[in-house]
């Protein structure tokens, strides 16, 4: 007998369908199929929101007008996490990312390594400067402007 499929948990599912004998059992490789087609389409309303919300995750623009905010522009350099664009006085929030940050790091760790360290130490520069210049140029390119999620806004 068919195992009744609508009484799967979504991650049984996909366990089920990764595990089964597709060429032995094509019905039953359909209804886990379809099964999991209907749980896609019912994604409770509130998690669906959440993640509907655009930040429009900008590089230096502002997420609202996007116009440019200089890297050396006093919105950029104001403290606190919440700044205001200069343009339309829109409120947004500048934050790391963590995965632009993991992305610049290594192939800048890996070229301080080759290139720079022995560079700055043939001219009697102190190795540290590699590090310090990879740090600020990671920090400096992986900041992101975002519109505040609704919630923050008040
Ligand atoms: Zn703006």
């Given at each position: 007998?068919?195992p009744d499929y609508a009484s799967y948990?979504?991650?049984?599912?996909?366990?089920?369908?990764?595990?089964?004998?597709?060429?032995?059992?094509?019905?039953?490789?359909?209804?886990?199929?379809?099964?999991?087609?209907?749980?896609?389409?019912?994604?409770?309303?509130?998690?669906?929101?959440?993640?509907?919300?655009?930040?429009?995750?900008?590089?230096?623009?502002?997420?609202?007008?996007?116009?440019?905010?200089?890297?050396?522009?006093?919105?950029?350099?104001?403290?606190?996490?919440?700044?205001?664009?200069?343009?339309?006085?829109?409120?947004?929030?500048?934050?790391?990312?963590?995965?632009?940050?993991?992305?610049?790091?290594?192939?800048?760790?890996?070229?301080?390594?080759?290139?720079?360290?022995?560079?700055?130490?043939?001219?009697?520069?102190?190795?540290?400067?590699?590090?310090?210049?990879?740090?600020?140029?990671?920090?400096?390119?992986?900041?992101?402007?975002?519109?505040?999620?609704?919630?923050?806004?008040?």
């Amino acid at each position: 007998m068919e195992p009744d499929y609508a009484s799967y948990s979504t991650t049984d599912l996909e366990d089920a369908l990764r595990k089964i004998d597709q060429a032995t059992y094509p019905e039953r490789t359909k209804h886990i199929q379809e099964e999991l087609k209907i749980r896609a389409q019912t994604v409770p309303t509130g998690e669906k929101k959440a993640e509907d919300f655009d930040t429009n995750e900008q590089f230096y623009k502002c997420p609202h007008c996007e116009k440019k905010i200089g890297f050396f522009s006093r919105t950029n350099n104001s403290f606190g996490r919440i700044k205001h664009c200069p343009h339309c006085q829109q409120p947004f929030e500048s934050k790391i990312s963590a995965k632009a940050a993991t992305a610049i790091l290594i192939p800048l760790v890996l070229m301080n390594l080759l290139v720079f360290r022995p560079v700055l130490e043939s001219l009697a520069f102190s190795k540290f400067i590699g590090t310090a210049f990879v740090i600020a140029v990671v920090i400096s390119a992986s900041f992101r402007f975002r519109k505040l999620p609704p919630q923050t806004v008040n």
